[in-house]
T-cell receptor, first 110, second 113 residues
Framework: DAKTTQPNSMESNEEEPVHLPCNHSTISGTDYIHWYRQLPSQGPEYVIHGLTSNVNNRMASLAIAEDRKSSTLILHRATLRDAAVYYCILTGNQGGKLIFGQGTELSVKP | NAGVTQTPKFRILKIGQSMTLQCAQDMNHNYMYWYRQDPGMGLKLIYYSVGAGITDKGEVPNGYNVSRSTTEDFPLRLELAAPSQTSVYFC????????????FGEGSRLTVL
């Protein structure tokens, strides 16, 4: 199964952009890159996903490297509410399995 | 829309007891999942289902059983509860396999004493 590697934790200041990296060097051509986040004491929530091209939505942007071996989730202006654990997940080669890694714990300072 | 509904939200079990965590979704999603999350850890996939009548093991299936008799329901059965099964359990569903957004329930917190 394709694996992802993320930093354990990151810090950001409020209203500044945040770039959350994810390495997935064994990604296959059919794997989609998904990002979820989990706020304290809540279930995970979907953030964004993509295959090859960069993607934007109301929550964030996803920048995918040309070789697809890494990606970056971009929060354009961090708020205190963005403090959460962010998970980068690959889907595709695992059949129905969606495997979460350890994620990156993002803290946001006022 | 209710989305994904899990019951109960909290439960305390004694060692050796059995129970079923219920999960229901009203979005007509084919794919459903059960995860567990131990304190301070990430989510581990227990079982998943790609449609009614079809289930498969995830990363940590031992001590659990599932069934999927309808599209809407995906109950998780714990047989002979052990302290190691103390965790928060999340049910999720999705429409698509690779591109679908996962919708999660609010979680069921289980303590085994």
């Amino acid at each position: 199964d394709a694996k992802t590697t993320q930093p354990n934790s990151m810090e950001s200041n409020e209203e500044e952009p945040v770039h959350l990296p994810c390495n997935h060097s064994t990604i296959s051509g059919t794997d989609y890159i998904h990002w979820y986040r989990q706020l304290p004491s809540q279930g995970p929530e979907y953030v964004i996903h993509g295959l090859t091209s960069n993607v934007n939505n109301r929550m964030a942007s996803l920048a995918i490297a040309e070789d697809r071996k890494s990606s970056t989730l971009i929060l354009h202006r961090a708020t205190l509410r963005d403090a959460a654990v962010y998970y980068c997940i690959l889907t595709g080669n695992q059949g129905g399995k969606l495997i979460f890694g350890q994620g990156t714990e993002l803290s946001v300072k006022p | 829309n209710a989305g994904v509904t899990q019951t109960p939200k909290f439960r305390i079990l004694k060692i050796g007891q059995s129970m079923t965590l219920q999960c229901a979704q009203d979005m007509n999603h084919n794919y459903m999942y059960w995860y567990r999350q131990d304190p301070g850890m990430g989510l581990k996939l227990i079982y998943y289902s790609v449609g009614a009548g079809i289930t498969d093991k995830g990363e940590v299936p031992n001590g659990y059983n599932v069934s999927r008799s309808t599209t809407e329901d995906f109950p998780l059965r714990l047989e002979l509860a052990a302290p190691s099964q103390t965790s928060v359990y999340f049910c999720a569903s999705s429409k698509g396999l690779y591109t679908g957004e996962l919708f999660f329930g609010e979680g069921s917190r289980l303590t085994v004493l």
